[in-house]
């Protein structure tokens, strides 16, 4: 009876390993396919050949995309867009979410500056007014049209305020015994402490503009001006390289539009691809603080 | 006394640079958050965008009688519905399936892989993931197809055919957030008490009583929280997902509230209309998140602030 037991107990451990195993690599698998894809030689991708190992391997996918301008041109709109929003969301959260951890009794107007903040998060105007602001404050077809409109994100300052607030409230009264103002106080000892929390709100403010589309899509008419992502839509959706003058000869042999397709979906994968391991401990923090609370 | 107006003055002068700091983000909040909510007006209007918010005729609730008056509207609530409802119920399952089976695993690096790999497409774009199943989905060259051709199956247009395009639109959303949701069961299951596992096994219960009489019932609460929560978002069927993977010959089975609301504005420049689907999502939505908020609290004992 007992071993038998342990017979079925083994036999499970076993097949829930395998499963696990076939299912991950079954998730990991159109991923894999596009790295072999944008590797392989167009001739074996035609043919139906390339499965997660590349055949008939070359980079001349990667030579003509980083040759490219478009796609040059919109890496680099990315970049900057990630420079800036980054910088500016960052500042904003901690400078907004400094005084609202501050207790009613330091900082009277908090509940009013906190309800107008959360207030945002229930309501919205929706995308045609939300345009017609971007669009009446100047920003069309600028880059600050992808940053300003998403530079404070509600629930970053909420995270940040919670942080602020489960500090020592002596922090804050021998800071002011020593005669720091408040700018002091946040700049050199709250900033300090509170890196962390920081790094892990700079990492998906990082990877929320990486991903965005969207914005560059309705807010930039000229497409020299889209992101990385927003170009890539058009790729996708037209599946027509239009820009793919063959100025490389010698290249064409290998490449095609789904060797370039694959090429360009995984060059922009990477940065997120290298980050997201990193997030993922505090992220299981943060989740577990707001979820399992009750 | 002196000391006491020292003291005041002081206080004054500290939450003056409260006030300062909050400046950049209220100037922001106002214009990007609360501008287009004052421009919600338009959706009872006649707009004539070169007449502004409030130069257009006033036009009550024709905009919104004019929408549900189209033969559309309400195979496009009926779609969101659907969708979105799919989505939730596997949404539940198959997180909540893995959670247990990894939580079995008592090898800590094959399990820190296996969640590392499933977690990974939460963090790609929309854009992203639909290049590559429209890649491997094509009727035309496809790996998908040409497996089936290799079975002797003739070759399925996925995005192409309403019932399989939906189908892909929920397996796909699961490939997405699979890994986000099983970290929540993952620590769900972690915080049940591990003596009831051994007074369970003192008792002769094997490993799957125990899961089906323990674990499953301890993550009870947690269950009842997230579905009832989600309730709140049954009117975002998923923007970035639906309008990267669809086509005109799916509209009747794939268009959702988003996206005709997309079209209808900034295809059609329809602005008031588009303004009153929003609106009426909006309000929809907002009944249901008060709905989920009340119930959550209620079933358990769950609190936003």
Known sequence: ?294 | MSMELKGTHKRRLSTGAYHLMLLPAVILVLIYSYGPIVGIVISFQDFIPSNGWFGSEWIGLDNFKYVFGMPNTMQVIGNTLLISFLKMIVGIVFPLGLAILLNEVKNVLFKRTVQTVVYMPYFLSWIILSGILIDILSPSGGIVNNFLAFLGIEPIYFLGEGPWFRFILVASHIWKELGFDTIVYLAAILSIDKSLYEAASLDGAGHMKQMWHITLPGMRPIIVLLSVLSLGNILNAGFDQVFNLYSPQVYSSADILDTYVYRIGMEQMQYGVATAVGLFKSFVSFVFICTSYLLAYRLANYRIF
């Open chain 1, 1 to 294: 009876m007992i071993e038998r037991r342990t017979f079925s107990r083994k036999l499970f451990i076993y097949a829930n390993y395998i499963f696990l195993a076939l299912f991950s690599l079954t998730c990991l698998f159109p991923i894999a396919h596009m790295a072999a894809m944008s590797l392989s030689s167009n001739a074996a991708v035609t043919a139906g050949w390339v499965t997660v190992w590349p055949i008939g391997f070359n980079l001349d996918s990667y030579k003509y995309i980083f040759s490219n301008n478009v796609f040059m041109n919109t890496v680099g709109v990315s970049f900057q867009r990630l420079f800036l929003g980054v910088s500016i969301s960052l500042t904003l959260t901690v400078l907004a979410a400094y005084p609202l951890s501050k207790s009613q009794l330091k900082f009277r107007s908090r509940t009013a500056y906190s309800w107008f903040f959360v207030v945002t998060m229930i309501f919205n105007g929706g995308l045609i007014p939300t345009f017609m602001v971007v669009k009446e404050t100047g920003l069309m077809d600028s880059i600050w049209a992808l940053v300003l409109p998403s530079a404070v994100n509600v629930f970053n300052v909420v995270l940040m305020l919670n942080f602020f607030r489960t500090q020592p409230h002596e922090l804050d009264e021998s800071a002011q015994m020593d005669g720091a103002g408040a700018w002091r106080t946040l700049w050199s000892i709250y900033l300090p402490i509170s890196m962390p929390s920081l790094a892990t709100i700079a990492l998906f403010t990082i990877i929320f503009h990486w991903n965005s589309w969207f914005d560059g899509m309705i807010y930039m008419n000229s497409p020299s001006n889209y992101p990385l992502q927003t170009y890539l839509r058009t790729v996708i959706v037209s599946r027509d390289l239009t820009n793919m003058n063959a100025n490389d000869l010698s290249l064409i042999a290998n490449i095609s539009n789904r060797t370039v397709m694959a090429a360009q979906l995984f060059v922009s994968m990477l940065p997120v691809l290298c980050i997201y391991p990193f997030l993922q401990k505090y992220f299981v923090k943060g989740i577990v603080l707001g979820s399992v609370k009750g």
